[in-house]
Structure formats: C-alpha cells, structure tokens
C-alpha cells in the first residue's frame, strides 16, 4: 500500500461529517472570543488593534459559512 492510500483510507462521509462539525464548533467559539475582547480591547482604547481583531472574526464567520456549505453538500 502507498503512503497516500494510507491517508485516505479511512476517510468517509461521517468521518468528513464529524471534522465540518469539530470545526464549525471551534470557529464559533474563536469568533465569541474575537467579538468580546475585540470590544474590550476598543473600550481600552486601542481602537485599531480591536478593529483588526473584528475584521478576524468576520472573516472566521465567512470561514465558518464554507465549512457549513462543505457539510451540507454532503
């Protein structure tokens, strides 16, 4: 058996199901976090640095909305 078939052997669609739903789990818990410090941070005074982090969490939302497609496709 090559080294590559030993990669995909034991990938199905529960398997792929279960990675979407780790995923889309974990991002949301990031973009919680983003969200509140990033209001925190802006409320300290550091209006730039919390802008930043909120544009992190906006894009890890758009992230989250592919992994969700991805999963639905299945």
Not at 14 to 33: A, G, Q, T, Y
Request: aromatic letters at 6%.
């Amino acid at each position: 058996m090559k080294g590559s078939d030993l990669l995909t052997e034991n990938i199905d669609k529960h398997r792929i199901h279960h990675l979407m739903e780790h995923w889309i789990e974990h991002n949301e818990s990031h973009v919680k976090s983003f969200n509140e410090w990033g209001r925190k941070i802006g409320e300290a005074g550091y209006a730039e640095v919390a802008e930043k982090i909120l544009e992190a969490a906006q894009k890890m939302e758009e992230c989250t909305q592919k992994l969700q497609q991805a999963k639905d496709i299945l």
